[in-house]
């Protein structure tokens, strides 16, 4: 049985962010991921072109503020500061400029509720703080789709209320992905290796993972809530009250397609479409992010959970069809 001081269950970026604290203070500790790679939701494919897609997440929120974005330099990366397509109305194509002001004014006005609503003594959907009628409701429930991976009628206000958001957003040239495994590096990383089950029966812990037993004075868990629900990952004896927790923090959904575009100079470059201005069920695209010769197409909630028991053709034909409406001469 191999022994260590700390196992830190997960290699994602708070996983690998938890084992760099233990090696800065030389506490000996191992990582195991169930994947084959590190980075959880961070995940740069890299194509034998050099071109580097983040199919996972791929912007550094409160990025004023982010550590990711002042580790990034140091770790030879590159931080990208060109603003988000949505944070220019002028940027979002099929949107008139009018309707963009009108819409824009809605949402201010929808946040400044919901931020309100962090001081209310009892918790509400984020959708009880709509405006009885607006046109921009479906829309507004999209970009919540985005923001939380689900409906409005799903996502506690006050949550959302407290969300840290200082309105600056980079990317990491290289990827948000290779950003997470570049300060993994030094790390004990052990991958395509699931834990099943923590005993914490006796004076250490017994990890139990296919590759063997792992004995630990403690252990980090930092996988994601549902892997606890569903017990995927088991405590023996068992922690009813974590898992009851857990199982009350269902995880959103949000899925990428990126499409190639064979005649990258026909699209301009960083600009955004919403696939429908009057439904929540839209996709959400990018235009040649960094000037690359891709569409990024962003796919939520409760559109993402239908595409994808639709199969992955699904999401190509969604996005097609709206790309075309709105691009066609």
């Known amino acids: 049985m191999h022994e260590t001081d700390v196992v830190i269950i997960g290699a994602g970026a708070a996983g690998v962010a938890a084992a760099r604290q233990l090696l800065a203070a030389q506490i000996p500790a191992v990582v195991l991921e169930a994947r084959a790679r590190v980075g959880g939701r961070a995940w740069t494919l890299r194509e034998p072109s050099g071109l580097a897609l983040d199919f996972g997440c791929g912007w550094l929120h409160s990025a004023d503020e982010n550590e990711w974005a002042a580790l990034a330099p140091a770790l030879g990366l590159t931080v990208d500061q060109t603003p988000p397509p949505w944070g220019g109305r002028r940027r979002t194509i099929g949107f008139p400029s009018a309707e963009q002001e009108d819409f824009g004014a809605a949402s201010e006005r929808f946040f400044a509720r919901i931020d309100a609503a962090a001081e209310d003594p009892v ?65 004990d990383v052990r991958l395509d290796c699931p834990v099943t089950v923590i005993d914490h029966s006796g004076p250490r812990l017994r990890v139990a993972t296919p590759g063997g037993d792992i004995s630990a004075r403690a252990a980090i868990v930092a996988v994601p809530a549902s892997i606890l629900a569903s017990e995927a990952l088991r405590f023996a004896p068992a922690l009813p009250d974590k898992r009851t927790a857990a199982d009350a923090l269902p995880l959103g959904l949000a899925d990428k397609l990126f499409l190639r575009v064979d005649r990258p100079e026909d699209l301009p470059t960083e600009a955004r479409l919403f696939g429908a201005l009057d439904q929540s069920s839209t996709g959400s695209y990018h235009l040649r992010p960094f000037g690359r010769p891709v569409i990024e197409c962003y796919f939520a909630g409760r559109l993402a959970w239908e595409l994808e028991r639709e199969g992955d053709g699904a999401f190509a034909r969604v996005a097609l069809d709206q790309l075309a409406l709105l691009l066609a001469p």
């Open 123 to 187: 918790d509400r959907p984020a959708s009880d703080f709509l405006e009885p009628g607006s046109r921009w409701n479906p829309l507004l429930n999209a970009v919540g789709n985005y923001i939380s991976g689900g409906e409005l009628n799903s996502v506690s206000a006050r949550d959302l209320a407290v969300y840290r958001d200082t309105g600056v957003n980079w990317r990491v040239t290289e990827g948000y992905g290779a950003l997470i495994e570049a300060y993994a590096a030094p790390l």
